[in-house]
Nanobody, 124 residues
Framework: QVQLVESGGGLVQAGGSLRLSCATSGGTFSNYAVGWFRQGPGKEREFVAAIGRGDGIRYYSDSVKGRFSISRDNAKNTVNLQMNTLKPDDTAVYYC?????????????????WGKGTLVTVSS
């Protein structure tokens, strides 16, 4: 079983930046894709970004494309989400999850293990 722990959330002003990390343990890190999802207040959970297993193919939602960047460090078993030019609409609990393929995760299915989330609050 894979365990995931998110960190890096906090309060930031609009236009600022945050870097989220997803630390994983259990399983073989290089065998699974990892994605970030978020759930804002009163909203359904939505896909944010995903990165593939080996070649690191990346997918982004239209709402974060050009502002967020996902990366993985296979030596440290972590996946990072660099978030720039943050907007109040980015306020949400951010979750990381594992899956078999980044492409399917980008369409909202195929996730297997989840972390408990980290809160990001963007003030206007």
């Amino acid at each position: 079983q894979v365990q995931l722990v998110e960190s890096g959330g906090g309060l930031v002003q609009a236009g600022g930046s945050l870097r989220l990390s997803c630390a994983t343990s259990g399983g073989t890190f290089s065998n699974y894709a990892v994605g970030w999802f978020r759930q804002g207040p009163g909203k359904e959970r939505e896909f944010v970004a995903a990165i593939g297993r080996g070649d690191g193919i990346r997918y982004y939602s239209d709402s974060v494309k050009g502002r967020f960047s996902i990366s993985r460090d296979n030596a440290k078993n972590t996946v990072n989400l660099q978030m720039n030019t943050l907007k109040p609409d980015d306020t949400a609990v951010y979750y990381c999850a594992t899956g078999s393929a980044a492409a399917t995760m980008s369409r909202g299915y195929g996730m297997e293990y989840w972390g408990k989330g980290t809160l990001v609050t963007v003030s206007s």
